[in-house]
């Protein structure tokens, strides 16, 4: 499997993290802030949905 790094990345330093939770099985993570602007995928369950709509506060 390729290591796929993105040479953006690094100079992306104003990203912060943010809870969510699975609004399937109830699983708890983090996420970046710009995931909020899209749909995120449970690790536990595979369910997909919009982060900002599962934020935990
Ligand atoms: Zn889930």
New binding site residues.
């Given amino acids: 499997m390729a290591d796929q790094h993105c040479p953006g990345f690094e100079s992306n330093k104003t990203l912060s993290e943010v809870k969510v939770k699975?609004p399937?099985?109830g699983?708890e993570w983090a996420v970046f802030s710009d995931e909020l602007e899209k749909k995120v995928k449970?690790s536990?369950?595979k369910?997909s949905f919009d982060a900002k709509t599962c934020k935990v506060n």
Avoid: M
């Fill in positions: 699975c399937e099985c699983k449970c536990a369950c369910a």
